[in-house]
């Protein structure tokens, strides 16, 4: 452990006289700090983040990386992403960020923070289709790629960040085309007292999109649960077309899309139920998962555990 980073809920085995986490050393993260990227894809009103934030900043400090208020700025901006499918939890998310930041020993206090890497899943399109690819001013290319988020995010609120917007040719022409600065710009110059509404809109989701289609060294979460008896049809259809083997309950869905936002060799950390551990609907998952990926850790939390 170093200062500020307890690590005494970690277990360590001993093999050829060195000691190593029992858990592994996950070869394939980052190995450069900055480098690392860690996703919160329900992230509420931000728990998991701060706590990682807590973890990372005293690790770029020893590294030498920086002093805390640049760790703090740096973790921000490069470590940490969120989505989460109400808008009001994002902004209290973001607040929670800041405030983490803001009273981190020694880091200055009040000042200047980078924007984070925060968005909202859920927002609807609104506005009609005309006033969005109005946005573009004239871009042929760029003109393309808002017609088809409009058409892509009609069922944001329902599906949030089960969406892949990979799988679209067009997505892959946002991710190579066009960075979020650059789109930032685009929207400054759309006047407010007209279009301020889609503008917005759209900027909060293309933030989405480019966290959506990013991967990742983590994924952390504490997954949505909803059976499938439960869910609106647009997520039933939603879900078994894209997540057949998991599509019984909205908690395994999120299991089964957690686990592709990582890169290979990533790794996702997820508070869910266990009843797709035994429950005879979810064998062909677990063939899945036992094929496919790698079992670190299951533990069994049990009543009151919360």
């Given amino acids: 452990a170093i200062p500020g980073v307890p690590l005494s809920y970690l277990r ?24 690392l990227k860690i996703l919160d894809p329900c992230c509420g009103s931000g728990h998991f983040l701060v706590a990682a934030f807590r973890m990372l900043v005293p690790l770029h400090i020893h590294l030498g990386k920086s002093d805390a208020a640049s760790a703090c700025a ?8 969120g989505l989460e499918l109400d808008k009001r939890c994002v902004e209290i998310a973001v607040f929670a960020m800041a405030l983490a930041a803001l009273t981190y020993p020694e880091s200055g206090g ?4 980078p924007q984070m ?4 899943c859920g927002l609807s399109v609104g506005a009609a ?7 573009a001013n004239g871009n042929a290319a760029l ?16 599906l949030g960040s089960l969406l892949k917007p990979e799988d679209s040719d067009l997505g892959k022409l946002i991710k190579h085309n066009f960075d979020k600065y650059s789109f930032s710009d685009l929207l400054a110059r759309v006047r407010p007292d007209e279009q301020q509404e889609a503008g917005l809109a759209a900027k909060g989701l293309l933030d ?3 966290i959506l289609m990013n991967e990742y060294d983590l994924v952390i979460t504490n997954v949505p649960y909803l059976s499938r008896g439960k869910q609106n049809p647009v997520l039933q259809k939603h879900c078994e077309i894209h ?21 290979t060799g990533g790794t996702a950390s997820i508070v869910l139920p266990q009843n797709w551990l035994f429950l005879t609907s979810y064998k062909k998952f677990r063939e899945k998962l036992l094929t496919n990926d790698t079992w670190h850790l299951i533990a069994r939390l049990g009543p009151q555990a919360f």
Avoid at 12 to 29: C, L, T
Avoid at 74 to 81: D, E, T
Wanted: with cysteine.
């Fill in 110 to 113: 009040y000042r200047p923070l």
């Fill in 208 to 210: 989405a999109t480019l």
């Fill in 12 to 35: 360590f085995v001993q093999e050829d006289g060195k000691w190593r986490p029992a858990a592994g050393s996950y070869e394939a993260w980052a190995q450069d700090i900055d480098a």
């Fill in 143 to 158: 003109c393309q790629a808002m017609d088809w988020l409009y058409n892509f995010y009609q069922n944001a609120p329902v």
């Fill in 117 to 120: 890497n925060i968005a909202c």
């Fill in 74 to 81: 740096s973790v921000i901006q490069n470590n940490l992403y």
């Fill in 243 to 263: 997540f057949p083997t998991a599509k019984n309950d909205l908690a395994t869905v999120f299991l089964d899309r957690c686990l592709q936002l990582c890169h």
């Fill in 129 to 135: 289709k005309e006033e969005w690819t109005a946005l």
